[in-house]
């Protein structure tokens, strides 16, 4: 244990129904191998890895009452301290279909709750009070129905106030936003949420390194690009067989900030945020191989600088 704490923000939380149909077809009748539900969301992703890494973490936003007993199981399971708000309602669910033979994943969301002016004061007392009781904050995925695109921006803003490092993980306006409040250390997107978000994929014309000290760019089969003040910096992805590839990205972002909390460079901490991503690649669910742990892929993969 490194001493360090960890706080991840999922605001949009969800129960992921994973379904495993090699050769899947829309439109026909498919046959699934078998089905899996996970307590999902890109910061309780994140979450389920910082705490294997054995950094003490914390996990909070809203969570809908009804059937929030998947999630209280993890959270047990995982070891991390649960400060979610919780409202009426159901939690959303979806239905992700994998298709192991063309290595692609299609998701059907539902909607979930929607939050009310009540809840999300609520949650940003409590956000306020604790926020300063940890090192990193990162705060990932889409928002609910009743949340304002500018949330990000202003959570970044009080924990910034509080001398945290913050890491944001979304897309679209919400992104902007957070990006232009000039209090993050750090983005993860992907190449199209950041064309998306920016209209370019060029990190050095875009202006981006002027509001956030980090960018690390996924590029997914083409592995992964760190933006820093300092230099860029390019991961090769190791060669894998992919079993699942949702929250492989949640994955890259966990392991990259268990490297700064392990005092290592960003250059290193981007190679270990690699080999936690193959890692997840290889299995569904939440966590990582325990067959091919991160440790397996580490000094395969090659970081240089560009």
């Given amino acids: 244990m490194t001493g360090k704490k960890v706080l991840?923000?999922?605001?949009?939380?969800?129960?992921?129904?994973?379904?495993?149909?090699?050769?899947f077809r829309p439109g026909y009748v498919n046959r699934?191998?078998?089905?899996?539900?996970?307590?999902?969301?890109?910061?309780?992703?994140?979450?389920?890895?910082?705490?294997?890494?054995?950094?003490?973490?914390?996990?909070?936003?809203?969570?809908?009452?009804?059937?929030?007993?998947?999630?209280?199981?993890?959270?047990?399971?995982?070891?991390?301290?649960?400060?979610?708000?919780?409202?009426?309602?159901?939690?959303?669910?979806?239905?992700?279909?994998?298709?192991?033979?063309?290595?692609?994943?299609?998701?059907i969301n539902?909607?979930?709750?929607?939050?009310?002016?009540?809840?999300?004061?609520?949650?940003?007392?409590?956000?306020?009070?604790i926020a300063g009781n940890y090192d990193f904050i990162i705060m990932s995925g889409s928002l609910p129905e009743g949340v304002k695109p500018d949330i990000y921006a202003e959570l970044a803003s009080i924990a910034a106030g509080k001398g945290v490092f913050t890491a944001v993980d979304t897309s679209g306006e919400a992104l902007v936003k957070a990006v232009d409040?000039?209090?993050l250390n750090m983005i993860k997107p992907n190449i199209h949420e950041l064309k998306d978000a920016f209209g370019t994929d060029d990190i050095e014309t875009s202006g981006l390194l002027s509001k956030v000290k980090m960018v690390a760019l996924s590029m997914g089969a083409a592995g992964s690009r760190l933006y820093t003040d300092k230099g860029i910096y390019e991961a090769g992805a190791p060669d894998v067989k992919v079993s699942n590839t949702v929250g492989a990205g949640?994955?890259?972002?966990?392991?990259?900030?268990?490297?700064?909390?392990?005092?290592?460079?960003?250059?290193?901490?981007?190679?270990l945020a690699t080999a936690?991503?193959?890692?997840?690649?290889?299995?569904?669910?939440?966590?990582?191989?325990?067959?091919?742990?991160?440790?397996?892929?580490?000094?395969?993969?090659?970081?240089?600088?560009?």
Wanted: proline share 5%; aromatic share 10%.
């Fill in 250 to 271: 949640d994955s890259f972002l966990a392991g990259f900030i268990a490297g700064l909390a392990m005092d290592k460079s960003p250059p290193e901490a981007l190679r």
């Fill in 276 to 306: 936690t991503a193959a890692s997840k690649l290889i299995i569904a669910g939440p966590g990582w191989s325990e067959k091919q742990p991160p440790g397996y892929f580490h000094d395969l993969i090659e970081v240089k600088r560009l």
């Fill in 8 to 23: 991840t923000v999922t605001l949009n939380p969800a129960i992921d129904y994973t379904v495993e149909a090699p050769g």
């Fill in 181 to 183: 409040s000039g209090c």
């Fill in 32 to 107: 699934a191998l078998g089905g899996h539900r996970y307590p999902g969301g890109k910061g309780i992703n994140v979450a389920s890895i910082t705490s294997r890494y054995r950094l003490r973490t914390a996990v909070t936003g809203f969570m809908g009452s009804d059937n929030s007993s998947i999630f209280r199981e993890h959270f047990e399971r995982y070891h991390l301290d649960d400060r979610f708000i919780y409202i009426n309602g159901n939690t959303r669910e979806g239905i992700k279909v994998v298709d192991s033979t063309q290595h692609s994943t299609t998701d």
């Fill in 110 to 129: 539902f909607r979930g709750f929607s939050v009310d002016q009540k809840d999300i004061d609520r949650f940003l007392i409590d956000f306020r009070e």
